[in-house]
Every structure is written in C-alpha cells, then in structure tokens.
C-alpha cells in the first residue's frame, strides 16, 4: 500500500505525520510505524503522528514513539500537528484537539505554535531529582557537564532501573543558566536515546525549577539542543495551571512510501 506522509520537526524533535481522517492506516501494524521512523530503512523520525476525526473537537491526535507503541502525549507533536492541521487546511489560526491525555487548546501564528498543556497537580521531590508528569512522566535532574554528558548512557541507566523499569519514564538532565532560563537534554522513553528537544519534557523541567525555588518567573526558556522553546503558567496553590508550550513548528517535507 502507498501512503502519503509529511515530515515535521519542532526545535529538531522530528515526527511523520499522516492524515488518517479516512481511517486508511493500520493503527495496529506497529512493525509498519517502526518502519516509518527508521533512520536508515525508513523515513525517520522520533515519533509518528496521525490526524484523526473527532466529532467534538477540530481533530484527534494519535501518537506512536519510534519503537512503533502508541505512547503518552508528546508537547512538540502536539504543536507539530497543529501546524500540520493548518496546512490541511482544517483549522485556520486556532485548535481544539484530543489528545491521549485529554483536551487541549492551541493557537498558532507565524510558524509559532502555542499548547495548552495539561495541568499539574503532583510534583514529587526525591534526594536528587524531582519527579513530575506533564502528560509523560518526567524525571528531573541537575547535572554538572551538561554538554558534554553521555544523555544516552546516563539517561539509560535512570529508565531502566528498579524505580522506573515496569512503566519507564523520560529523563531530563538540567542546567540553569539565568533566573529565567535552563539549558535541558532529554533521554526519551520509546526513542530509548537522545533527541533534540523533548515539549513534555521541557515543560516538566521549567514546573519542577518553579517548584523547587530555582526560579521565580512564570514564563521559562528552555536551551534544548534542537533550540529554545518557552514554558508559561500561573500557579494556584499547589497545581500548576493554564500552562503553555511555545516555540516553533517547521514543515520539511512531503512524500511517498510504500509498504
């Protein structure tokens, strides 16, 4: 079967993306997905995307990690796909979606895409790292060396051990920069490596930095290797709420592959 994709990358955290408002892909052929994110066999990506009807709300987004699972929800596919949904033409400046973890509202402008995320209720603080879940669970870690750091390696390590190993999680290596900015490298659960930026994952760096007192703003940027995004919210109490995702969502390209 031929199918048409579209690539997308957000700050170099890249997706296939599909229009599967016709219900045409096999959304249990996870050898097919796999397939399609293979860097080498495939067309490659962190992750594949497909946009869906939904009866209630401008579309549905479907997620898979490269490994060919569908997954939790990913921040940068998220507005990777709002900005997909734009050139489809089925929504023009604003969106409403459902996602895997439920609503959200987004709002795009000048290839600047703006996600609503969901709220924050729980922030967990450990001896050396701060445990979170912004719609994928994040562990947060300040780490010395940051540039030079084997994420792979470390990273690894963190998932698979005796806390983490049944379900996984994300890992977040953390550098602060300024009062207002954090550098950030992220080992990706599904990737099972390093990608350049991670949405989930900066927006679970810039709550856990408020929370603990290494900052004090609302609105964070966040230096990940693929580039800057920023993380606002307002918080209430103990819950993190009306928290927004923002940085850029590129096309790259359109083609034809056949499986």
Known sequence: MKYTFYKYQGTGNDFVMIDNRDEHFDKTNTKLVAQF????FGIGADGLILLENDADVDFKMVYYNADGNESSMCGNGGRCLVAFAK???????QATFMAIDGLHHAV?????VELQMQDVT?????KDYVFLDTGSPHYVQFKEGLTSLEVKEEG??????DVFKENGTNVNFV??????????????????????????????????????????KNNVALQTQGG????????????YKDVWLIGP???????????
Do not use: P
């Not at 994110?37 to 080498?40: A, I, P, V």
């Open 37 to 40: 994110c293979d860097r080498r």
């Open 87 to 93: 050139q489809l033409g089925v929504i023009a400046n």
């Open 108 to 112: 795009i402008e000048n290839g600047i």
């Open 122 to 126: 729980d922030v967990k603080i450990n």
């Open 156 to 161: 690894a390590k963190i998932r698979y051990n």
């Open 175 to 216: 550098q602060k920069d300024s009062d207002s900015q954090f550098s950030v490298r992220t080992y990706e659960r599904g990737v099972e490596d390093e990608t350049l930026s991670c949405g989930t994952g900066v927006t679970a760096v810039a709550l856990a930095m408020h929370y603990i007192g290494e900052t004090e």
């Open 228 to 239: 800057l995004l920023n993380v606002k919210f307002v918080k209430t109490d103990d819950v």
């Open 249 to 259: 969502a590129t096309f790259v390209f359109k083609g034809e592959i056949e499986w």
